[in-house]
């Protein structure tokens, strides 16, 4: 498959889309089905008991028997109540067995599409559909889907009842609850808009105020603060705006409907007293009619309300297929485990590759080894496509030209969780999560002891400053690793990929200054590092760079020359001069080319 990320925009029907799922809990959809229909039977025999007790008192029966209605009355509303408070619970139930599923193959979805997805959408926008978008089809499991089924099958009912009777009410009442469901499609196109537009303007939101939140710092330090404020206000405005626009037009629903009821029931009761005008229909029939046209339009208004947020649940459902449907970048199949262990040498044969289709390529032709146990410094200017080729050693994303070799074995035809059996990544901007020192390195490797996770650290350099730490290992890092230092940080990855223990090595140096001391212990770890594995450093100060088995220069995704520091700096081409803009700048300790 082609390494180019493509995205899904999900699917054309959403909202259809969300039902199969419930399949996948037949149970509790029956009960929440069977739940319903009893709350509403309950309540309609409520309402025929009560207007049977009002016949029998008007006719003047003795107290007896009136206060053996009432009994069965109590009953009948207690009995209505208890199922109600049933269904309600079986469907939040399942609307809430069905979200956590969501959830799951939304995370399922990034993760396939890692880290190329990632990188094309805001975070604050992401966990705005891993949350509120999934939050938002709630409402289609616990109030809509299983309600319309309940409302569609007592409305019928009801209305095929009230045929015995007469069958023109029944028509009446069927011609209006024709007209009832059809109203959330009348204005189904703008609802569509007008929701998609609301939850992509709530996904913007939540992606400023994280992007806002991380970057307080820089905010605040270049007194942007205000700037930032107006910026949130401006977005709150919008989609104030577009609530209300979502609003206005709900609203216009809601007069519809209300008007198509209230229509409804007067001209039932108006037709029913010309034919008992007419002598077509007995009196007595009368509260019957009534109370089964209230039954047939009373389910059809309890979803009206559920209706009107179609257009929201549409747009969030999509927006959460988009991503838990994602296409993975590359694909496992035809892939097969090697027999023997892999030789941990690498090759780069003739790579292309660009990130997107019309891209200018971020690889052209590299060609370049890292032979068993050998250490090879990859340098260039930014944009070169070292962070590519990284990546491409790990298979994020799969050449489309060329091959990546490890032990002779095109990685293509290797399943992903193989490739990182063999390769393990220290990379440059180290994410820490917010938990202690101690879990924090064991994401190396979950099952590790304390003593493995501490020699891990002892060998990283971390022991040396978790001493000073609060709770040493049991420090939490902060949010990102922010109670750590650049280096600190980069010491605990080192210590992660030393208790992962994988013959192939990546280490992405960071380009940020450290001071001597953490600069010194930095070098020393990446040394320990390093030791008998294959390493590919991304490496952008002299000191690293030089103690590299071999240096490749990239230039535009093309090796323009590798070579020792020594023998490069000779030939006097391009690496002499990149030391000469590049690594002169970013390396304090050491000396340029023409001092080396
Ligand atoms: N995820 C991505 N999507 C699209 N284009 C990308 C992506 N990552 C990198 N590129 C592009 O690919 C080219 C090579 O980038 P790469 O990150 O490999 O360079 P680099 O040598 O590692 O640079 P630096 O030293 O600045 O990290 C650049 O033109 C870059 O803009």
């Known amino acids: 498959m ?26 509790l959809a029956g009960l929440t089905l069977l739940s319903g229909l009893l709350a509403h039977g309950l309540g309609i025999a409520a309402a025929a008991t009560t207007a049977w007790m009002v016949g029998e008192a008007v006719t003047g029966p003795g107290p007896t028997s009136l206060s053996t209605i009432f009994w069965m009355l109590v009953l009948l509303v207690v009995a209505a109540a208890l199922a109600r408070w049933w269904q309600m619970w079986v469907a939040h139930d399942l609307a809430y067995r069905l979200l956590a599923t969501m959830r799951i193959r939304l995370f399922d979805g990034l993760e396939r599409r890692a880290p190329g997805f990632l990188l094309g959408r805001r975070t604050g926008d992401l966990a705005g559909t891993v949350t509120a978008d999934v939050e938002t089809t709630e409402w289609f499991y616990a109030h809509t889907v299983i309600d319309y089924a309940v409302a569609a099958l007592v409305a019928v009912g009801s209305t095929v009842v009230l045929a015995f009777f007469h069958p023109l009410p029944a028509v009446v009442v069927g011609v209006f609850l024709i007209l009832l469901a059809t109203v959330p499609v009348w204005l189904a196109g703008q609802a569509d808009r007008q929701g998609r537009r609301l939850r992509e303007e709530l996904g913007v939101l939540g992606a400023e105020v994280v992007d806002g939140v991380q970057g307080m710092r820089e905010l605040v330090t270049f007194g942007r603060g205000a700037d930032y404020a107006r910026r949130l206000r401006e977005r709150t405005r919008t989609l104030q705006d577009r609530q209300l626009a979502y609003g206005r037009r709900s609203g216009i629903e809601q007069a519809v409907t209300d ?3 209230s229509g409804g029931f007067t001209a039932v009761l108006v037709v029913t007293a010309l034919l008992v005008a007419a002598d077509d229909l007995s009196p007595a029939t009368l509260p019957a009619v009534v109370i089964l046209s209230v039954s047939a ?14 257009g929201q649940i549409r747009a969030a459902s999509r927006r959460v297929f988009t991503v838990s449907r994602q296409r993975p970048a590359v694909s496992d199949a035809g892939t097969r485990a090697p027999e ?6 690498v090759k780069f044969e003739d790579v292309r590759f660009s990130y997107t289709p019309d891209a200018a390529p971020a690889l052209d032709g590299a060609t370049f080894e890292v032979r068993p146990g050998e250490t090879v410094a990859l340098v260039g200017h930014s944009g070169a496509g070292k962070s590519t080729c990284a990546n491409l050693l790990l298979r994020f994303w799969d050449t489309q030209g060329g091959a990546v070799t490890i032990g002779g074995r095109d990685l293509r035809s290797l399943p992903q969780r193989h490739i990182r059996d063999l390769v393990t990544i220290v990379p440059q901007d180290v994410y820490l999560f917010n938990r202690s020192v101690k879990e924090n390195i064991r994401l190396g490797r979950p099952d590790a002891t304390d003593r493995e996770v501490a020699e891990a650290a002892e060998r990283a350099r971390v022991a040396e400053f978790v001493g000073g730490l609060p709770d040493g290992y049991d420090t939490v890092c902060g949010e990102r690793g922010a109670q750590l230092s650049g280096g600190q940080r980069q010491r605990v990855a080192i210590a992660r990929a030393l208790l992962r223990d994988r013959p192939i090595l990546i280490l992405d140096e960071a380009v940020s200054n450290l001071d001597a001391e953490n600069e010194e212990a930095l070098r ?4 320990t590092a390093r030791q008998g594995r294959t390493t590919l450093l991304i490496a952008h100060r002299l000191s690293t760079i030089r103690s590299a088995d071999r240096i490749v220069v990239l230039d535009k995704g093309r090796v323009a020359e590798q070579g020792t520091h020594d023998e490069l700096v000779a030939a006097n081409g391009a690496y002499a001069r990149l030391l000469a803009r590049q690594v002169g700048v970013t390396d304090e300790n050491d000396a340029s080319p023409r001092r080396s």
């Open 2 to 27: 082609s390494g180019a990320p493509t995205t899904d925009a999900g699917p054309r029907r959403p909202v259809l889309a969300l039902v199969p799922m419930v399949f996948g809990h037949p149970v």
């Open 259 to 261: 008007g198509l009821v």
């Open 297 to 310: 339009f009373g389910p059809v208004v309890d979803v009206t309300g559920t209706a009107r947020a179609l």
């Open 340 to 345: 023997e262990p892999l030789t941990a040498h």
């Open 524 to 527: 020393a770890a990446v040394r």
